[in-house]
C-alpha cells in the first residue's frame, strides 16, 4: 500500500519558474526522503529530511516537512528543462529505516 | 565510486519460468533492497538485506526471493513467472551500520534496473 501520495500528478511550467510538489502520509515517519527519475531509469536520491526537522536545503531544492499535518513539500527554483522527471516522496517508519514506501509520484514537465 | 549495478538490464520471460536477477552494491555498502515498479501499483518494497542476512520484507508471495553473498552482492529469484510480474526491478543499496545504527547513512542508491517482461 502507498504511505505517500503526491500532488499534484503531473505539473508542467516554463523554465526559470519554480515547482512546488506535495506529499502527504498517513503514519508517524522517522524521515522522509525525495527522489527523481527520468524516464523509467534509476531512481537518484535528492534529499533526506528527518522526522525531527522542519526544513532543509539542497542547491536549488528546498523540502519542508510538517508532521502535524503529515505533510512535506518539495519546491524547486529556477527550474530547467533537465528537471523534467518524475518526483517521488519515500517514507520509512518504525523500527525499518530501510524499508521505503513510495508514493505515485509527481510527473514534473519543464518547458524550454 | 562505481555506482550500483544491476545485470541484466533487459529480460524477457516465459510465463511459468523463473528468473534470477543480479545486484552489486556501491562498494563499502552492506545494506542492499529490492523494489517492484508497475504503472499500477508504482514502487513498492520487496526486500533488504545487511550482512546476508533478510532484515526487511514487503508483502510478496513467497514465489519472489533473494540473497546476500559475503562480498554484499545480491540476488533476486522470481519462480513460476506470472504476466504480472513484469516490471523494472530495482536494487538500492546504502551505507547501514547495523544494529547500532553508527555509521549509518538513510539515503539508498538505485541501480539503472533491470526490465523483465513476461509473456
Known amino acids: 500500500s502507498q504511505q505517500g501520495e503526491e500532488d499534484p500528478q503531473a505539473l508542467s511550467i516554463q523554465e526559470g519558474e519554480n515547482a512546488t510538489m506535495n506529499c502527504s502520509y498517513k503514519t508517524s515517519i522517522n524521515n522522509l526522503q525525495w527522489y527523481r527519475q527520468n524516464s523509467g531509469r534509476g531512481l537518484v536520491h535528492l534529499i533526506l529530511i528527518r522526522s525531527n526537522e522542519r526544513e532543509k536545503h539542497s542547491g536549488r531544492l528546498r523540502v519542508t516537512l510538517d508532521t502535524s499535518k503529515k505533510s512535506s513539500s518539495l519546491l524547486i527554483t529556477a527550474s530547467r528543462a533537465a528537471d523534467t522527471a518524475s518526483y517521488f516522496c519515500?517514507?520509512?517508519?518504525?523500527?525499518?529505516?530501510?524499508?521505503?514506501?513510495f508514493g505515485k509520484g509527481t510527473l514534473l514537465t519543464v518547458n524550454p | 565510486k562505481a555506482g550500483v549495478t544491476q545485470t541484466p538490464r533487459y529480460l524477457i520471460k516465459t510465463r511459468g519460468q523463473q528468473v534470477t536477477l543480479s545486484c552489486s552494491p556501491i562498494?563499502?555498502?552492506?545494506?542492499v533492497s529490492w523494489y517492484q515498479q508497475t504503472p499500477g501499483q508504482g514502487l513498492q518494497f520487496l526486500f533488504e538485506y545487511f550482512s546476508e542476512t533478510q532484515r526487511n520484507k514487503g508483502n510478496f508471495p513467497g514465489r519472489f526471493s533473494g540473497r546476500q553473498f559475503s562480498n554484499s552482492r545480491s540476488e533476486m529469484n522470481v519462480s513460476t513467472l506470472e504476466l504480472g510480474d513484469s516490471a523494472l526491478y530495482l536494487c538500492?543499496?546504502?551505507?547501514?551500520?547495523?544494529?547500532?545504527?553508527?555509521?549509518?547513512?538513510?539515503?539508498?542508491?538505485f541501480g539503472p534496473g533491470t526490465r523483465l517482461t513476461v509473456t
Open positions: 538500492a543499496s546504502s551505507s547501514s551500520g547495523g544494529t547500532s545504527g553508527k555509521g549509518s547513512s538513510y539515503e539508498q542508491y
Open positions: 519515500a517514507t520509512s517508519s518504525g523500527g525499518s529505516n530501510y524499508k521505503l514506501t
Open positions: 562498494s563499502g555498502h552492506r545494506s
